[in-house]
């Protein structure tokens, strides 16, 4: 029965099973390859800024990260890979616990499920999604730890959904063992702790796979460049289409490696589209929550005003779980909330009835989209009420500052209070410019614009206070002209149409496979509500996904 290690020699890696005592050099699972031709392919492509530079990394070895949990990893058969593939594959949250409290299933083969398949296509240069990063080097020994506790007797009764689950994190949120980067050089050693709301999933039973890549500095670095690039991790591709489609940003590694079946789920985050945008590009459901429920310290920030993590999942249901299993207040992030929300977590087995939806519908979308505008007619004739408006004009002059002027004060504040300083050596965001113009080839291929504009910009705190309180006005206004006036649940957008609206508005937006282009890119519709309404949503998009289960797994990623 072939396993793992057979795989890899077919495609041309290198086994460290064929090291030998008589070489010095460390062993190797994975060798560079000239990906000349794949950038020649993007030459020119009608999105400009898909028109790579690079794709692989110039700083990550693939064998750091794959080579400590090989040897367990390449035990496993393809035999025993297929046998696991109907209990796992596509699975929901509780029928991956069912299969476990039978005895079908156990938590160390999970884990070696999607090790699994990790390995097997981020190693090959052909399908790689340049997505894992980062792997928890004692996930597995973690695993077997929950495995002897539920054989025992001694695991928690009662305990959260989340528990044995294997859930990989974007690489701007803390996690202790594991490095921060925040797809950025200058935090390559960035030692940490946990951040609050990984502790969360830790204290519910979670396990950290690993840290996926992302759009560098969250996509608050350079201008008109590729969506899911950083410098750490090179250019993550949508499994979808690679090199074909945008992964979308800035949680690109979050929305492929659940699109790709890499984990159960993953955790996001969000300033203005950064959840909601790689969700709906790689077709999964994504959360991106009112700012408050869910803590931010320990998460490396853009701005403490609009930032929120969020769950990325395959489906509603998980979706809720994971989310439940994050929230908590937190003393040190001063938009913590203290209210609970007991509902949440089992919003997603709870759909509204269809006939009591009553939704909002922009006109703009309905001329312009036929995937949206068949949906809304579908939905209708289920019996969901649905009220065609146009939103009234706002402005949303001044937004750039408040990204600028948070980040430059809360960077240096994450840096003092979330790092162990002493393996970083920068300080604010001028040292993070003079540290990548040192090298800009390396470190900054598509310039690093937007950080200029951070340096360069002159607003005063008393006036983004006033951008704050009027943004805030403008974006509530945006929506509430429709929410309030109809007596609306919520109103229907697409992908991050209006992320940005719903950011300044501090509204929370959930996304929900819709369906595909003709050329095969996934659509997903968009439910946007008023403050801590993710119940709602969450139940409300359950009905959606019931009624229209449109995901489908990506051809070549099955």
């Known amino acids: 029965m072939k396993k793992v290690l057979l795989l890899l020699i077919v495609i041309g890696v290198t086994s460290c099973k064929q090291h030998t005592s ?47 949990l090989y040897d367990e990893v390449s035990e496993m058969t393809d035999a025993a890979y297929i046998a696991l593939k109907p209990l796992v594959l596509e699975k929901n949250i509780l029928s991956l616990q069912n299969s476990i409290k039978k005895g079908l299933l156990t938590y160390e083969k999970l884990v ?17 999604l340049n997505t894992v990063i980062t792997l928890n080097e004692k996930v597995l020994q973690e695993a077997r730890s929950l495995d002897e506790k539920m054989r025992k007797g001694t695991h928690p009764n009662g305990h959260h959904p989340i528990y044995g689950m294997p859930i ?45 890549n992302l759009s560098e500095w969250a996509y608050f670095l350079c201008s008109g460049c590729p969506v899911g690039y950083s410098a750490v991790g090179g250019q993550t591709m949508n499994p979808y289409g690679r090199g074909q489609f945008e992964t979308g940003g800035s949680s690109s590694g979050s929305g492929t490696a659940v699109a790709a079946n890499y984990a159960v789920a993953a955790v996001g ?27 931010r310290s320990g ?16 489906n509603t249901i998980d979706n809720a779980i994971l989310l439940s ?5 937190d003393e040190l992030d001063s938009a913590s909330i203290q209210e609970e929300f007991p509902g949440i977590g089992t919003a997603g087995l709870h759909p509204t009835d269809l006939k009591e939806m009553r939704l909002g519908a922009f006109s703009s979308l309905l001329e312009g989209d036929t995937i949206y505008s068949a ?13 065609e408006f146009t939103p009234p004009e706002t402005s949303m002059d001044g937004f750039l500052s408040i990204l600028n002027i948070d980040m430059r004060n809360d960077l240096p504040n994450y840096l003092k209070n979330h790092t162990k300083t002493d393996t970083i050596k920068i300080k604010d965001i001028a040292d993070v410019v003079a540290f990548n113009s040192a090298d800009s080839l390396v470190r900054i291929p598509y310039g690093q614009a937007l950080f200029h504009g951070i340096l360069a910009d002159t607003t005063s705190a008393e006036g983004l206070e006033k951008i704050k309180v009027n943004l805030q006005a403008n974006g509530r206004s945006f929506f509430d002209a429709a929410l309030d006036t109809l007596e609306l649940d919520a109103v229907l957008s697409i992908n991050n149409y209006h992320a940005g609206y719903a950011a300044v508005a501090k509204y929370p937006a959930l ?37 229209f289960p449109k995901r489908e797994s990506p051809k070549g990623y099955e």
């Open 22 to 68: 008589e070489t010095t050099e460390a062993p190797r699972i994975w060798e560079p390859y000239d990906d000349t031709k794949d950038i020649e392919a993007n030459a020119d492509h009608e999105k400009e800024r898909m028109r790579y530079k690079l794709i692989q990394s110039k700083v990550l070895d693939k064998n750091d990260v794959f080579l400590p």
């Open 112 to 128: 070696l499920f999607y090790l699994y398949r990790i390995y097997k296509y981020e190693l090959d240069n052909k399908t790689t």
């Open 168 to 212: 990989l994190l974007k690489d701007n949120i803390n996690t202790a063992g594991m490095k921060t980067t925040a797809g950025s050089i200058a935090l390559m050693d960035n030692d940490v702790d946990d951040a609050f709301i990984v502790k969360r999933l830790k204290e519910n039973g979670a396990l950290i796979l690993g840290k996926v």
């Open 269 to 295: 985050t969000e300033t203005s589209g950064s959840i909601l945008s790689p969700s709906s590009q790689n077709s999964v459901v994504g959360l991106k929550p009112t700012v408050g429920l869910l803590s």
């Open 299 to 314: 998460i490396v920030p853009i701005s403490s005003t609009l930032d929120t993590p969020g769950p990325m999942t395959k």
């Open 325 to 329: 299993a994050m929230t908590g207040h």
């Open 375 to 387: 949906t809304v007619a579908q939905l209708k004739s289920f019996g969901v009420q649905v009220i």
């Open 511 to 547: 996304t929900v496979p819709m369906g595909y282009k003709n050329s095969g890119e996934p659509i997903s519709l968009t439910f946007i509500a008023k403050p801590f309404n993710e119940t709602k949503l969450l139940q409300m998009g359950a009905a959606f996904e019931n009624a």
